[in-house]
């Protein structure tokens, strides 16, 4: 049976999609173009508050301050999953971004008025990532409505692009701001940035599916038991812990590689930061042809393959021009990694269904990333930078090779399953 998922062949005679074919829907465009001015606006407060709280505390609070805004993704996405499937999500939504405007708006008044502190701001990210860890479920099992089934793959890798355009336009529009009206000023860009989401799922032409009217612990455990259950998602799942536990805490360590290997200032950051979301940006325009060139399995399969070199060689590198090259591969390699985990799990997963599947996911991200820098950080304070980012590219090669030995056939069943 040829490895070919749902989505991107349907028959012989189907034309296929290109990775930019969800763009002709009114709706998917909307809600693409209102997610990524939404994500500009956060990049440009993550980049904004970095500055503030580096410029009037101590550093250890920069890192408080952004765990405080990811933990939530772990703690509360198999909630958001099952009020995904159980309450109409396009109301989730709404009202999840609007409480984020609320309290983005309070943030940018807090540092206004003089009177923010590093405590004070951890508690509002504690709360801006409570409303996006409930109400990002909804968002992920909305796009499968949005576009046509041999489109998916494509609509998924937009929405990737579209997060890493707000992660190279932010900081630079952040910038921007701050030098016109200080802090305060890109702060406030953010808080409206909120209504162009609202906007575009107000406007855009949401399909209702059917929903779930089952208790939500009893729905959080439906999430649980179609990831144990559904071959498909089942075999990538200790592929996806592999990766975000081993490979991505390479992110969090960008900027003291700028600054402790090569000894540059904001602009190696910046570099870097850029490298990064460019290589992302092309992975994740890309997948709709990827995937159907090479099939989805075999598209995971060479992502996940590709990261670890891409680690080893951004880890040697000599200087920061060329480790920028190659965080750009490093980049592009773990977005398409992500966005074939993603696709696996929306088309696995039926329509009523597909928030608290997404939320599987969602806990995993949330999980494993921040468990992998607690355990890589001490090890490059003990080592060194260079070390652990040569190290976790070694080890999850030496990971994925140990499991292909032991279970030769252990990614088949995506194939079988979404052919």
């Known amino acids: 049976?040829?490895?070919?998922?749902?989505?991107?062949?349907?028959?012989?005679?189907?034309?296929?999609?290109?990775?930019?074919?969800?763009?002709?829907?009114?709706?998917?465009?909307?809600?693409?173009?209102?997610?990524?001015?939404?994500?500009?606006?956060?990049?440009?407060?993550?980049?904004?508050?970095?500055?503030?709280?580096?410029?009037?505390?101590?550093?250890?609070?920069?890192?408080?301050?952004?765990?405080?805004?990811?933990?939530?993704?772990?703690?509360?996405?198999?909630?958001?999953?099952?009020?995904?499937?159980?309450?109409?999500?396009?109301?989730?939504?709404?009202?999840?971004?609007?409480?984020?405007?609320?309290i983005a708006a309070a943030v940018a008044a807090l540092v206004a008025s003089g009177d923010a502190t590093p405590a004070l701001l951890a508690l509002f990210s504690l709360a801006a990532g409570c409303a996006n860890a409930i109400g990002f479920p909804a968002f992920q099992a909305t796009l499968p409505d949005l576009v046509p089934p041999e489109e998916l793959i494509a609509a998924i890798g937009?929405?990737?692009?579209?997060?890493?355009?707000?992660?190279?336009?932010?900081?630079?529009?952040?910038?921007?701001?701050?030098?016109?009206?200080?802090?305060?000023?890109?702060?406030w860009c953010n808080a409206a940035s909120f209504l162009a989401v609202i906007l575009a799922i107000s406007f855009a032409r949401i399909p209702l599916t059917p929903r779930t009217k089952r208790p939500i612990v009893q729905a959080i455990r439906d999430g649980i038991?179609?990831?144990?259950?559904?071959?498909?998602?089942?075999?990538?799942?200790?592929?996806?812990?592999?990766?975000?536990?081993?490979?991505?805490?390479?992110?969090?360590?960008?900027?003291?590689?700028?600054?402790?290997?090569?000894?540059?200032?904001?602009?190696?950051?910046?570099?870097?930061?850029?490298?990064?979301?460019?290589?992302?940006?092309?992975?994740?325009?890309?997948?709709?042809?990827?995937?159907?060139?090479?099939?989805?399995?075999?598209?995971?399969?060479?992502?996940?393959?590709?990261?670890?070199?891409?680690?080893?060689?951004?880890?040697?590198?000599?200087?920061?021009?060329?480790a920028a090259v190659a965080l750009a591969f490093t980049g592009a390699a773990y977005m398409a990694c992500i966005s074939s985990f993603s696709s696996i799990t929306q088309q696995s997963a039926p329509s009523e269904l597909r928030g608290r599947a997404m939320s599987v996911n969602n806990f995993i991200l949330g999980f494993a990333y921040p468990l992998g820098l607690f355990i890589e950080g001490p090890l490059a304070d003990a080592t060194s930078l260079r070390a652990v980012t040569v190290g976790t590219g070694v080890v999850l090669v030496a990971a994925l090779v140990l499991g292909r030995l032991l279970r030769p056939r252990h990614t088949e069943p995506i194939a079988l399953a979404l052919s």
């Open 1 to 102: 049976m040829n490895d070919r998922p749902t989505g991107v062949w349907v028959s012989s005679s189907t034309v296929p999609s290109t990775s930019f074919a969800p763009f002709r829907h009114r709706a998917y465009l909307l809600v693409w173009f209102g997610a990524m001015v939404s994500n500009v606006g956060t990049w440009m407060e993550t980049t904004a508050l970095s500055y503030y709280v580096a410029d009037t505390s101590k550093a250890s609070w920069s890192g408080i301050v952004a765990a405080a805004g990811f933990l939530p993704t772990a703690l509360l996405s198999p909630i958001g999953g099952a009020w995904a499937d159980r309450f109409d999500r396009r109301k989730i939504m709404i009202c999840t971004n609007s409480v984020s405007a609320v």
């Open 158 to 187: 937009l929405s990737s692009t579209q997060w890493n355009l707000g992660r190279i336009i932010g900081p630079s529009a952040a910038g921007i701001a701050i030098w016109l009206g200080g802090v305060p000023a890109a702060l």
């Open 225 to 322: 038991r179609f990831a144990r259950q559904n071959p498909a998602v089942r075999s990538m799942v200790p592929v996806m812990f592999a990766v975000t536990l081993i490979g991505a805490p390479f992110i969090g360590f960008i900027a003291q590689i700028a600054t402790r290997v090569f000894h540059t200032k904001q602009g190696g950051t910046s570099l870097l930061v850029t490298a990064q979301g460019v290589g992302a940006v092309i992975a994740g325009a890309s997948m709709g042809s990827l995937t159907h060139r090479f099939g989805l399995r075999r598209t995971m399969n060479g992502a996940v393959i590709l990261f670890g070199p891409a680690l080893v060689v951004y880890g040697i590198s000599p200087n920061i021009v060329a």
